[in-house]
């Protein structure tokens, strides 16, 4: 029996047919644009777009900073799928509507992940614009239990108790790391861990306290879900975070951040992050 919030594995597919009918593309790698990121999809050649609109059974977004396009096109010579905005569970999406489209992806045939973010930083040494890549993740609302793997288990997905340690592939760390070093950005680029909370508010100083003690680098509101449904299906996942601010974390600071402001530095270094993210040579298995 399925909930009402559940859905179910034709639901994914007819979704998967539709789009398979409507372009030529057969996308092994997905990209999820995080907040004020879209542009990423702008780097992509001979595209398909499609509004969330008229995809059938796709969510909407309802967040500033994220268009609602799904983008197919060539990225040096590979074929990607672009989510120009992502379902975030603040919005009021079960987690299973957060995750949906990476289901999707699965039966289009993706085999690669790359998952993007923008956050704020909690470790002391890093700056406002840097790229974390992130090598590890809390899932928090995971932890208590808001897990969009709950529910009856779709064996065709995957197994019902999939691991999660080494989600983050270091054969595609080791890539992004060599090739900000030949683009000459490893000043900005850190490695770290990422940490996602349920929002939509930021955090109190003494829950940033509590994150930082916990060993986070970075906290969104996003990520996790999407990189949990996607190893379990097995893809490969990479991810960055944009660091958009400084996680106020003593009580005599007066800054506090917003969301604007998360927007205005992600657009300041979107264009390094294309950059990166379409150089990629995720076909090279090199570790
Ligand atoms: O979609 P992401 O995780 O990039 O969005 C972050 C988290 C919130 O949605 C928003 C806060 O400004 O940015
Ligand atoms: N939770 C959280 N999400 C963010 N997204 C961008 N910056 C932040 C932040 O400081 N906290």
Redesign the pocket.
Known sequence: MHRKDQICHDDYQKTASWLLSQTQHRPKVAIICG?GLGMLADALKCQDSFPYSDIPGFPQSTVQGHASRLVFGELKGKTCVCMQGRFHMYEGHSLCKTTFPVRVFKLLGVETLIVT?????LADSYQVGDIMIIKDHINFPGLAGLNPLNGPNDDKFGPRFPPMSGVYGKDLQKIAFDLCKSMDVSQFVQEGVYCM?G?PN??TIAEARLLHRLGVDA???STAPEVVVATQCGMRVFGLSLI??K?VKSYDDTES?N?EA?LEVSKLRSQMLQTLVSQMDINNNAV
């Open positions: 907040s973010n923008a956050a704020g930083s909370v929002g930021f955090e906290v969104g509101m958009t601010n996680v951040v969301h998360v």
